[in-house]
């Protein structure tokens, strides 16, 4: 049997081709890891929000309301650079929408950083704010069938918290 001999400089090509391998991968790592670091940072703080949200408005909904989708978005809804967080609440309800927005008048809901607290508002899904973004696409993604019960008014309780910093998380530029 033959034996296989590796001439100095064959190993040292081996050990200078071996450690630029490793640089080039611990870079790479370094990217990866620089450009998604935030991003459980934002995903907690959207949960924490929604949390919140849900045990605020858990008391004041009407007891004839029904829950038809929860909605929990993060990331630039318009321009600049920020991030926004938006949680609510599709929810249909016998009541008028008076009577609807008279319930929801003036509550406020706990947010996740410091002791901000942030308004609530009510939209109807047949109002004009659901034909523009972001708004028309989550009326599809959350309510995708029901567009409307007939005998009901639909609508959306929500809490949003707009302009934070992003932190480097690449889905807020």
């Given at each position: 049997?033959?034996?296989?001999?590796?001439?100095?400089?064959?190993?040292?090509?081996?050990?200078?081709?071996?450690?630029?391998?490793?640089?080039?991968?611990?870079?790479?790592?370094?990217?990866?890891?620089?450009?998604?670091?935030?991003?459980?940072?934002?995903?907690?703080?959207?949960?924490?929000?929604?949390s919140r949200f849900r045990s605020d408005m858990r008391p004041l909904?009407?007891?004839?309301?029904?829950?038809?989708?929860?909605?929990?978005?993060?990331?630039?809804?318009?321009?600049?650079?920020?991030?926004?967080?938006?949680?609510?609440?599709?929810?249909?309800?016998?009541?008028?929408?008076?009577?609807?927005?008279?319930?929801?008048?003036?509550?406020?809901?706990?947010?996740?950083?410091?002791?901000?607290?942030?308004?609530?508002?009510?939209?109807?899904?047949?109002?004009?704010?659901?034909?523009?973004?972001?708004?028309?696409?989550?009326?599809?993604?959350?309510?995708?069938?029901?567009?409307?019960?007939?005998?009901?008014?639909?609508?959306?309780?929500?809490?949003?918290?707009?302009?934070?910093?992003?932190?480097?998380?690449?889905?807020?530029?």
């Amino acid at each position: 049997m033959a034996s296989i001999t590796i001439s100095r400089g064959s190993y040292i090509s081996m050990r200078i081709f071996a450690s630029f391998g490793l640089i080039v991968f611990c870079l790479i790592s370094l990217f990866i890891v620089y450009a998604t670091w935030k991003m459980p940072v934002h995903a907690y703080r959207l949960w924490s929000m929604q949390s919140r949200f849900r045990s605020d408005m858990r008391p004041l909904h009407p007891a004839e309301s029904q829950l038809l989708a929860e909605v929990k978005e993060f990331g630039l809804f318009g321009n600049s650079n920020h991030c926004d967080y938006f949680v609510g609440e599709f929810r249909a309800s016998p009541l008028s929408k008076e009577e609807i927005r008279e319930r929801y008048s003036g509550v406020i809901s706990s947010v996740f950083i410091g002791n901000r607290l942030l308004e609530t508002d009510v939209y109807f899904i047949d109002q004009d704010v659901f034909t523009h973004y972001p708004w028309s696409e989550w009326l599809e993604k959350y309510l995708p069938d029901t567009r409307h019960i007939t005998d009901q008014n639909t609508y959306l309780i929500f809490s949003e918290d707009a302009g934070n910093p992003p932190e480097g998380d690449i889905r807020c530029h």
